[in-house]
Every structure is written in C-alpha cells, then in structure tokens.
T-cell receptor, first 113, second 111 residues
C-alpha cells in the first residue's frame, strides 16, 4: 500500500527566507510524486510532479522538489518565500499514471513579515 | 477554456437525508475523480470515472456512489447522511495521463 507523510502540519518562515516542506512516501513500486497547493476556498493546483527521469523537478512559482529514492523523500523547496506563498501544500503519490492519487495530510505554510 | 465547475458550492443537510453533488469537467476531459477533504482525515480518494465507467475506487462505504454521463459530467451521491460526512468534496478532471485539474469544491454541512 502507498502512503505519504508530511512532517509538520504548520510551518512558519519569514518573508525572503528558504521554504522547506518535507514529504516522505511509501510505495512498493516506483512512484509518481506530486506537490499541490490549495489557497483558501479554492481547489488544488499542481505545483510540480515527478514521474521518471531527472530527480530535480522544477515547478511553478519558483518551487522545486528533489526525488531521493534512498531516503524515500520528495521535499519541496523555494529559495525565497513571498507573502503570496501562504497556503496549504499537499504531497501526493500514485503507483502509475492512471492509479488513484494518495495525498498527505497537508502542511499549512505561514509567511511572517 | 472554462475550468472544472462544481454545484452547488455550499449545501446544508440533516442526518439521514441524501445529497447529490455535480461536477462538470473541463471540455474534452473524460476522467473525473472525486475526493473528500476533512480537517481530521485530509484528502481522501472516493472514486474515478472514465468514459462512464468507474476505473478506481477508494475505501468508502456503499452510501457513497457516483456516476458519469456521456458528456463526461459526473455526479456523486451520498445516502443516509451522517454528521461525519460534513466535508469539502472536490472533483478533478484530466485529459489522458496528464495532470488533474481541481474544481473549487462543494462544502457539505450535515446537521
């Protein structure tokens, strides 16, 4: 069975500081991995995804994530936080491209002025 | 191109009632998935429909059901509502194997 663990339900960073949101997954087969963002009263928007190939994945809004198979991790980073980054972020995994997507519990990112 | 639309956006029901939620996917998208989002359980996959057939199913009781029409619009139904069914229900559509696009959700409150 697949699962996703996001460390920290709430993370606070200062504007301009590094953003690091942690995600570890469990999968019996090579996973497809995703990061989504949800702004208040909205649906989810895909930030980036890893399927195969390059392990460093660049997404929208300056975010990137690195797939580390040995650590079963897919942490999300952004060099410099902006106030508009305040939202809830979800890490997700699926076994293959048509399989159901399993989401983590989410991490709410707070940006301090 | 219009995004995924869900109706209604807000709904209040009482225990024991049933409810039907609607999702209109992006034009041309044939896959529609449904998710339940709650503060305690997070986002949980309900089911996915593709070309009017259920392709994947999550671990929800039989009170939760869905269907998809020939125009790819989908409905989900919850019968005999319980307090614990209060949640944000999200619908997502995709084209082929590409990313899912989510609608804004229907917030269901069960009293």
């Amino acid at each position: 069975a697949q699962s996703v663990t996001q460390l920290g339900s709430h993370v606070s960073v200062s504007e301009g500081a590094l953003v690091l949101l942690r995600c570890n997954y469990s999968s019996s087969v090579p996973p497809y991995l995703f990061w989504y963002v949800q702004y208040p009263n909205q649906g989810l928007q895909l930030l980036l995804k890893y399927t195969t190939g390059a392990t460093l994945v660049k997404g929208i809004n300056g975010f990137e994530a690195e797939f580390k198979k040995s650590e079963t991790s897919f942490h999300l980073t952004k060099p410099s936080a902006h106030m508009s980054d305040a939202a809830e972020y979800f890490c997700a995994v699926s076994r293959q491209r048509d399989d159901k997507i399993i989401f983590g519990k989410g991490t709410r990112l707070h940006i301090l002025p | 191109k219009a995004g995924v639309t869900q109706t209604p956006r807000y709904l209040i029901k009482t225990r024991g009632q049933q409810v039907t939620l609607s999702c209109s996917p992006i034009s041309g998208h044939r896959s529609v998935s449904w998710y339940q989002q709650t503060p305690g359980q997070g986002l949980q996959f309900l089911f996915e429909y593709f070309s009017e057939t259920q392709r994947n199913k999550g671990n929800f009781p039989g009170r939760f059901s869905g269907r998809q029409f020939s125009n790819s619009r989908s409905e989900m139904n919850v019968s005999t509502l319980e307090l614990g069914d209060s949640a944000l229900y999200l619908c997502a559509s995709k084209l082929g194997h590409n990313e899912q696009f989510f609608g804004p959700g229907t917030r269901l409150t069960v009293l």
